[in-house]
């Protein structure tokens, strides 16, 4: 799972990467429709500039050999690169 931080540019500025809810459960325990709410926290750049930013989500598919992809996800329309938009944020 992922959540990037994108600056007015599109660029990512901040991320969070890691296993579903801490690895705890891995998506192969996953039931259809299962609900797994997952925390992630970004650490801002002290060099971040104030202005409005886009929060957006995904996954990584993982295949042996291979560099991670991001999945696109069923839950909502993705954006053209596969991430979902959770919103904007404006950082002071």
Do not use: C
């Amino acid at each position: 799972m992922f959540v990037h931080l994108l600056g007015p540019d599109g660029q990512v500025v901040a991320q969070s990467d890691g296993e579903p809810v801490g690895g705890f459960t891995p998506t192969t325990r996953w039931k259809q429709a299962e609900l797994a709410p997952d925390t992630h926290r970004l650490r801002l750049p002290a060099e971040l500039p104030p202005g409005e930013y886009e929060l957006r989500a995904g996954m990584y598919e993982l295949r042996a050999g291979e560099e991670p992809a991001i999945r696109n996800l069923p839950l909502q329309p993705a954006t053209e690169d596969g991430r979902i938009r959770l919103g904007r944020v404006t950082i002071d």
